[in-house]
């Protein structure tokens, strides 16, 4: 009998963090939960960086996950933005970790391609393969949607080399 595993995907980003949980045994995958974490725009960047940590940190607790994946952040033009996102994406890797979790990390482009079938696909088209690959699937937002997209990138590649190489640091 194939082992169930339990993976937690997420989306960063400091404004709405997104989260999905899955089942995995052997190739067939369980929706379980999605959600978002939201932080306070009126708030500074400290404080909004705790609302994630102690959000992320009740969905661990609630849901027990066993591995964790978390999408790599892309650079765009606005230095400041990307800073921002890049110290929420450092609390999404900081949770799991912190809860003895190992932690993945995936271009958004391989989660694209895994779920879609292309690097290229739009926000429309991971939702509509999310729920493709997984009926009961719900998720409240695009970060929610993204985040299970992220926990079936997962699912396909643990045990990869790709995998391997996204735990080592994402060489």
Sequence with gaps: ??????????DPGLRRTGWGVIEVTGN????????TVTS???KNLAQRLVQLHNGLSSVVDAQNPMEAA???TFVNKDAG???????????????????GLSVAEYAPNLVKKTVVGTGHADKEQIRVMVKILMPRATFDTD?????????????????????????AGAA
């Design 81 to 99: 933005a990307t800073l921002k996102l890049g110290q929420a994406r450092g609390i999404a890797l900081l949770v799991p970790s912190l809860a």
């Design 70 to 72: 978390v999408e790599l």
């Design 1 to 10: 009998m194939a082992h169930t595993i339990r993976v937690l995907g997420i």
């Design 40 to 42: 306070d725009n009126k």
């Design 143 to 167: 970060d929610a949607a993204d985040a299970l997209a992220i926990a079936i990138c997962h699912a396909h590649h643990r045990g990869t080399a790709t995998a391997r190489m996204a735990q």
């Design 28 to 35: 067939r995958l369980v929706f379980i939960a999605s959600g």
